[in-house]
């Protein structure tokens, strides 16, 4: 084969020029992308089974997903279920477990053939194999059998519960995690559907979570992670929501509980490494993300985080600059003990709104990019990186010793709280009279330029009034000299 043939076969079509990419589908107007496979981590007994079967079955037979994220589809959905940690006994307690409106669900939907729920391990007994995937992950023969058959089905959802029982691969081996990665994302591209793929997280993962852990450490949790995270480009990790995370959100029923899922994505650019808080509801263990109204929690804490960044934003400042004043400035890494972050949970909790040392984080650096903020190099406090405004002593350091003629002094230790407050609330009291002051002042301006206008109009009203008299004495006249020609 020449290389014009070969380059042929392997050019990309000119027409995708034109045609732009695919619009972004989310199953459920959140977090569960279409098209791809969506690896979903959590401790058992969680509610992900239960959550996604009263999902899939409330999609098949009404179009509504309820999983996580709330959205009504315009028909209703294709969704097939593979549980492989249920034989028919084991699923007969789930069923016995799930409310009435669920099973009217799944009736309408396995009626209509839009819904396919199987207890996958009585099912693997009737088989030569008993798993979809062999220990390299390659599909086996009743793997690739039950892919045919999805491909022919075109579901909108496919739900394998879990990875470990559905394969006798353990995922430690890369390549091995890549080869079952890769055919569940050639079925998804195929079927145009959201494939669900269940795990489990380790003790580590879910036990030994703070609230300042990120959401890759979330995914580091999750068992098997070497291989299946690696190789797959959109993961969710549930957990319980650590004590002073996401303390914002308020649930509806007191036995509900929090929790968070932390997101590594390339499917979703805006939920990329993010972590969201979750509602476990009591009564029915399902996982969302939507409050009672449906509003999604995303939007609820995006609207709170950003009240809380600009009310930190304007106290921050006025912390800095009084610690600094106090000679007690704070040090700029978050790790040392006299940093801002480490003193918000101390000597600082009651003078800066409540917040997490990531969150006190973000505004530091919006504020050093905006200017409001400086790091400065303060040689009396052995050469540590500080915080101060631009116009503080620590920012002038060099000019403060050619004014005064003195060394600048720095206290040992974190300010005291007593001074911190006092100084803050001076600066603030300060603030508040420049404030008022640039009030009256826009007032008092406002208030001469009227007497201005009024001035002005009174001298063009004065330099005109000579000409209206001229103007009706010269009528006067015009009308007597008629009325002397009418008399003759």
């Not at 055919?183 to 079927?191: K, V």
């Not at 968070?260 to 969302?288: C, H, M, Q, W």
């Amino acid at each position: 084969m020449s290389y014009e043939a070969l380059f042929n076969k392997m050019q990309f079509e000119l027409a995708m020029l034109d045609r732009g990419p695919r619009p972004l589908e989310l199953l459920d107007g959140h977090l569960l992308p279409k098209g791809t496979v969506t690896l979903i981590a959590t401790d058992a007994g969680s509610g992900k089974s239960t959550s996604s079967i009263r999902a899939g079955a409330s999609a098949a037979a009404t179009g509504l997903w309820t999983m996580l994220g709330r959205k009504q589809h315009p028909e209703p959905l294709k969704v097939a279920i593979l549980l492989g940690e249920d034989n028919n006994r084991s699923f007969e307690s789930v069923l016995a477990g799930l409310p009435d409106d669920t099973k009217k669900h799944i009736r309408t939907g396995v009626n209509e053939k839009r819904l396919l729920i199987s207890p996958f391990l009585s099912f693997a007994k009737t088989q030569e194999e008993g798993e979809l995937f062999d220990v390299e992950g390659k599909p086996t023969e009743l793997g690739k059998t039950v892919m045919r058959a999805m491909r022919e089905f075109k579901p909108d959802v496919i739900i394998l519960d879990t990875s470990t029982s559905l394969s006798a691969c353990s995922y430690l081996d890369r390549q091995h995690a890549k080869n079952t990665i890769n055919a569940l994302n050639e079925l998804a591209d195929d079927t145009n559907s959201a494939i669900l793929l269940m795990l489990h997280l380790t003790k580590t993962g879910s036990e030994k979570l703070t609230k300042d852990s990120t959401a890759s450490d979330m995914i580091r949790g999750v068992s098997g992670s070497a291989g299946l995270i690696a190789s797959t480009r959109h993961a969710l990790a549930f957990a319980p929501c650590p004590p002073g995370k996401f303390e914002n959100v308020e649930l509806a029923d007191e036995r509900d509980t929090l929790w968070i899922v932390g997101v590594k994505t390339n499917s979703i650019p805006d939920a990329a490494f993010k972590i969201f808080p979750v509602i476990r509801d009591y009564n029915e263990r399902v996982l969302r993300t939507t409050d009672l109204d449906g509003v999604p929690l995303l939007q609820t804490d995006e609207g709170a985080e950003q009240r809380l960044q600009e009310l930190l934003r304007a106290a921050l400042p006025m912390a800095i600059r009084a610690a600094a004043e106090l000679r007690s400035p704070f040090i700029q890494k978050s790790s040392s003990k006299l940093s801002v972050q480490a003193l918000a949970a101390g000597p600082l909790v009651d003078l800066l709104p409540k917040a997490s040392a990531s969150q006190i984080t973000d505004a530091l650096s919006q504020l050093e990019r905006d200017g409001k903020i400086v790091p400065c190099t303060a040689s009396r406090a052995g050469g540590s990186l500080v915080w101060d405004v631009p116009d503080g002593v620590f920012a002038r350091e060099t000019e403060y010793e050619q004014l005064t003629g003195e060394k600048l002094t720095v206290r040992k230790g974190a300010p005291l709280f007593i001074e911190l407050k006092e100084r803050m609330e001076d600066l603030q009291t300060g603030v508040a009279e420049v404030e008022m002051e640039a009030v009256e002042k826009k007032a008092r301006s406002a208030e001469k330029e009227a007497k201005t206008g009024q001035v002005e109009e009174e001298k063009v009203v004065k330099k005109e009034a000579p000409e209206v008299d001229k103007d009706a004495t010269v009528d006067a006249l015009d009308a007597e000299l008629m009325a002397d020609l009418d008399s003759l």
